[in-house]
């Protein structure tokens, strides 16, 4: 069973910068990747970013494209997200995720691609 430990979160006024961290308990081995996803009150969980360690891939959302930086530190088992520029538009619930098995990079986009989720952090953005 892989453990999600996230930490990271904050308040934070726009155009400031965050890192969240999601370390895991699980030995990373090839093929497998990692998930960030977000959910604003009253609003669906959405995709925000996505990294593969095996042939590398990173995506990200449209909406976190050029300000939000995913990253990995494979001799720490953890996965970064840098977000930079923050907007109020990025406040809400933070989460890390592992998919099950070695999904495509465009399956990564998917919440249901995950079966293993962090227990979420509040980031706030506010003037």
């Known amino acids: 069973q892989v453990e999600m430990i996230e930490s990271g979160g904050g308040s934070v006024r726009p155009g400031g910068s965050l890192r969240l961290s999601c370390a895991t308990s699980?030995?990373?081995?090839?093929?497998?990747?990692m998930g960030w996803f977000r959910q604003a009150p009253g609003k669906a969980r959405e995709f925000v970013a996505a990294?593969?360690?095996?042939?590398?891939?990173?995506i990200y959302a449209d909406s976190v494209k050029g300000r939000f930086t995913i990253s990995r530190d494979a001799a720490k088992n953890t996965v970064f997200l840098q977000m930079n520029n923050l907007e109020p538009e990025d406040t809400a619930v933070y989460y890390c995720a592992s998919p099950r098995g070695n999904p495509i990079v465009s399956a990564l986009r998917s919440a249901g691609t995950y079966d293993i989720w962090g227990q979420g952090m509040q980031v706030t953005v506010s003037s």
């Open positions: 990294i593969r360690w095996s042939s590398p891939s990173i």
């Open positions: 699980e030995r990373t081995s090839s093929g497998r990747a």
